[in-house]
C-alpha cells in the first residue's frame, strides 16, 4: 500500500514538472538573447517581438495583470459608457507590445515600469471619463468610456504634416 501511494507522489510530481517545463518551453513567451555591435539584446515572442535591448527586461504583462486593468477600470462597459467592448485587456497589451521594444513600459526598474505605464492607463483614462465630481466612484472610476479624447484643448498634429 505504501509502495502505492509513493508511486502515485511520484507521479505527480512529474507530471508537475512536465507541466512548468511545457510553460517555460512555450515558444510565444521564451526570451531569446543575442549580441548585436556589442550590445546585448532580446525577442519575447508575440510581446517583444523585435531584438531591442528593453526585451532583455521585464515586459507589461509581467507586473500589470487582467485583474488590475478590471478592477481600474469597472465600468467602461456600463451601459451609459458610449465605448461598451472597445476597450480590454488584451487589446490594451497587443497594442503596448508595437511599443516595448521601443521603452514602453521596459526600462528602468520594476517600480518605474509600472508607473510609465500607470501614467499613460491615468492620462487615457482621464481623457475619455464620462464621469463627473459625484458620479459612483468619482470620475476617474469612469475611464475610458469614451474611444476618443473628449474636449481635447489642443489640436496635436500640424496641419504642414497632415497629408504626409
Same mark, same amino acid.
Given at each position: 500500500?505504501?509502495?502505492? !501511494?509513493? $508511486?502515485?507522489?511520484? &507521479? *505527480?510530481?512529474?507530471? /508537475?514538472? *512536465? &507541466? =512548468?517545463? =511545457?510553460?517555460?518551453? @512555450? ?13 546585448? *539584446?532580446?525577442?519575447?515572442?508575440? +510581446? ?5 535591448? #528593453?526585451?532583455?527586461?521585464? %515586459?507589461? %504583462? @509581467?507586473? #500589470?495583470? *487582467?485583474?488590475?486593468? +478590471? +478592477? ?8 451609459? =459608457? ?12 497587443? =497594442? $503596448?507590445?508595437?511599443?516595448?521594444? /521601443?521603452?514602453?513600459?521596459? %526600462? ?5 515600469? !509600472? ?5 499613460? /492607463? ?17 470620475? /476617474?472610476?469612469?475611464? &475610458? ?5 473628449m474636449s481635447p484643448?489642443?489640436?496635436?498634429? @500640424? ?6
Amino acid at each position: 500500500m505504501k509502495m502505492k !501511494m509513493k $508511486a502515485k507522489g511520484i &507521479l *505527480v510530481i512529474l507530471a /508537475l514538472v *512536465v &507541466l =512548468a517545463m =511545457a510553460v517555460e518551453c @512555450d515558444p510565444d513567451t521564451v526570451t531569446k538573447v543575442k549580441t548585436m555591435r556589442g550590445k546585448k *539584446v532580446c525577442t519575447k515572442g508575440w +510581446e517583444c517581438n523585435q531584438w531591442s535591448q #528593453f526585451c532583455c527586461n521585464e %515586459t507589461i %504583462t @509581467d507586473y #500589470f495583470q *487582467v485583474y488590475q486593468f +478590471e +478592477e481600474w477600470f469597472s465600468k467602461r462597459n456600463t451601459p451609459v =459608457a458610449h465605448a461598451v467592448g472597445f476597450w480590454d485587456y488584451q487589446s490594451f497589451i497587443l =497594442a $503596448a507590445a508595437q511599443f516595448e521594444p /521601443l521603452g514602453f513600459g521596459t %526600462t528602468g526598474n520594476k517600480t518605474e515600469k !509600472m508607473k510609465e505605464v500607470a501614467a499613460f /492607463l491615468g492620462h487615457v483614462g482621464s481623457q475619455t471619463s464620462c464621469g463627473y465630481g459625484v458620479a459612483t466612484g468619482g470620475p /476617474l472610476a469612469w475611464g &475610458l468610456c469614451f474611444n476618443r479624447e473628449m474636449s481635447p484643448s489642443q489640436s496635436y498634429c @500640424d496641419d504642414f504634416y497632415k497629408y504626409t
